[in-house]
């Protein structure tokens, strides 16, 4: 097994003749960086990406520290000017990141390999697919896999409502439902519709783009190489800089937005099994603790840390899976399965419409919000799916990344969001609707036989998530900070795993908590998702031109 920490740029005899367009390059990877020890800390950046980007999150979490009114203030305006303003924007986008995937596994493109012909897979199917599901959905599943479905269930039943300036003020999402059966069928729809194919394929583009380029065209591993088929030899150059600033933000932003959800969630489901009091002190303890705990594996690096965690996360959700399963409403959630999957792509078209729109609260304060953050995660999960996805054909890694995750969120979502509303439809157990959001899913866990035991394997999947996603997240900036070296010094993945949770501290204590968190995940995502639809175009030309 190839260990992908050890090496800069794939072996020469792995790769394709790389076409005319793509070989003339250069750049020397690291040519760029200034190398260089400050007193036992060596350091390796890339200049001008670290520095700027270091700063500029410095001076960000000065600003929210010292001026949190106005923070709230000016993030609040944001989120409304963009989720309002660009709602369209992000959802025809993301419709252009599912049609290119879907095209391009049809296509003869599905035949190149990523490492060139003879390239072989670095890591099991097992391990992959582990690595890819705590990655890309860990946290945000753990903390809306019940709330989501609840809530659009009792939106959907709640009809719709029109204000006086003729705009809807419900939330249901698209015309409501008439009857209790098609508000769940609906309600399961629009919760899928947030955690399958879109999200997935906005992954499936940036992991492609920056595998084929590192892997097939020997650039370095980092979010500029995928633009060099549209910028040539600038793309090392201020084209490239700003590329690589905006993917270290977006990513630090929307990897504090899952961080502040997993602390909430965790302060939430202590407090029901140990009794811990539910406040921000609390959820900085978490936030460091855990931050701490992800040090550790970020020291161990790729194989040793990131890979074995998610392995166990997976071990210990397929176990809570199947608890649910079993004591649950038992064998049906199965058969629902496959009638919630047949929903989703009934109202596939519709909910995926960016024009037209009358649920506008849902299109914008779900389906925004979600795109944005995917969008957000986009360079990290990409690049963290490109790094462990050498060896696989173009076919293979679409296929794998887009269709079985997405299958994977379909069975969750029908298993916890199913098993809640039964719960609230059929048993009359309506805590779990009243409840918090973020301690819904232990509320379901209640009802059910030995919950002390379930909700502590909860919260272990909450931390462990959290954990991931700060590892993985970590060697990720520094990877983009250091020019696409992926064996930079350790020090440098410690400095960002700790600002990492440093900027989800600042923004749940001192400007307006999670939605805070929210507008700043809106406003990286809107410039990275015109960086995204750049990048359909580029792999599409690179793929044109690989030998198949």
């Known amino acids: 097994m190839t260990d992908l920490r050890n090496s800069d740029r794939p072996p020469a005899d792995i790769m394709d003749s790389p076409s005319d367009d793509m070989a003339d390059s250069d750049y020397s990877l690291g040519q760029d960086n200034i190398e260089g020890k400050f007193g036992p800390i060596g350091f390796d950046i890339h200049n001008p990406v670290f520095a700027i980007s270091a700063l500029a999150v410095v001076v960000f979490v000065a600003y929210t520290l010292f001026l949190p009114e106005q923070a709230n203030s000016v993030f609040s305006t944001l989120f409304s000017t963009v989720t309002k303003s660009f709602d369209w924007f992000f959802i025809g986008a993301a419709d252009i990141f599912v049609i290119l995937c879907l095209v391009i596994v049809v296509s003869p493109y599905g035949k190149v390999r990523l490492g060139g012909k003879e390239a072989t897979p670095d890591f099991s199917y097992l391990s992959w697919f582990s690595m890819l599901f705590a990655a890309g959905m860990g946290i945000g599943l753990m903390f809306y896999g019940v709330s989501e479905p609840i809530s659009h269930f009792a939106s959907s039943l709640g009809g ?51 595998a084929f380029f590192s892997y097939n065209r020997g650039l370095p591993l980092t979010i500029r190489s995928a633009f060099y088929p549209i910028f040539g030899e600038r793309v090392w150059g201020w084209p490239g800089h700003i590329i690589d600033i905006l993917a270290v933000f977006a990513t630090l932003f929307g990897l504090a937005t899952s961080l502040g959800l997993g602390a909430v969630q965790a302060n939430s489901g202590l407090n029901k099994l140990f009794g811990m009091p539910i406040d921000s002190t609390w959820q900085v303890i ?12 970020v020291v161990r690096g790729l194989e040793a840390g990131v890979k074995l965690l998610s392995e166990i996360n997976m071990g210990l959700a397929a176990l809570l899976v199947l608890f649910v399963v079993i004591a649950g409403p038992g064998l049906i959630l199965l058969p629902d399965a496959l009638n919630f999957l047949g929903a989703y792509l009934q109202y596939l078209p519709a909910l995926s419409s960016p024009v037209g729109r009358e649920d506008v609260n849902f299109m ?7 795109w944005a953050w995917w969008i957000s995660w986009s360079p990290f999960v990409g690049m963290f799916i490109a790094r462990v996805s050498r060896g696989r054909t173009v076919r293979e890694f679409l296929i794998s990344v887009l269709l079985i995750p997405s299958l994977v969120c379909v069975l969750w979502m029908s298993i916890f969001g ?10 009359g157990y309506t805590a779990v609707q009243q409840a918090a959001l973020p301690v819904q899913l232990f509320t379901m866990l209640e009802a059910m036989p030995w919950a002390t035991i379930t909700s502590f394997v909860g919260i272990v999947l909450v931390i462990v998530f ?32 700790l600002f990492e949770g440093l900027i989800a501290i600042v923004l749940l ?27 359909c175009v580029a792999i599409w030309r690179g793929l044109a031109s690989e030998p198949r």
Request: proline residues 4%.
């Open 160 to 210: 719709t409502t029109v204000g006086a300036d003729g705009v809807r003020t419900d939330w249901a999402p698209l015309g409501a439902a008439a009857t209790q059966e098609e508000a769940i069928r609906l309600g399961m729809a629009a919760s899928i519709f947030h955690w399958g194919l879109h999200p997935w394929a906005i992954y499936a583009v940036v992991g492609l783009s920056l």
């Open 286 to 297: 978490l936030i460091a603790a855990i931050t701490a705990i992800a040090l550790v594996s």
């Open 364 to 370: 914008q304060g779900w389906t925004s919000f979600y």
């Open 418 to 427: 199913g098993a809640a509303i039964n719960q609230i439809v059929n048993d």
């Open 466 to 497: 959290f954990v991931t996603s700060s590892d993985s997240g970590s060697l990720v900036i520094d990877t983009i900070a250091a020019g696409g070296k992926v064996d930079a010094p350790v020090p440098q993945r410690v400095f960002w795993c």
């Open 509 to 535: 204590l001192s400007a307006g908590g999670l939605k805070s968190l929210q507008s700043m995940v809106i406003s990286t995502g809107l410039p990275f998702t015109i960086v995204l639809l750049i990048m």
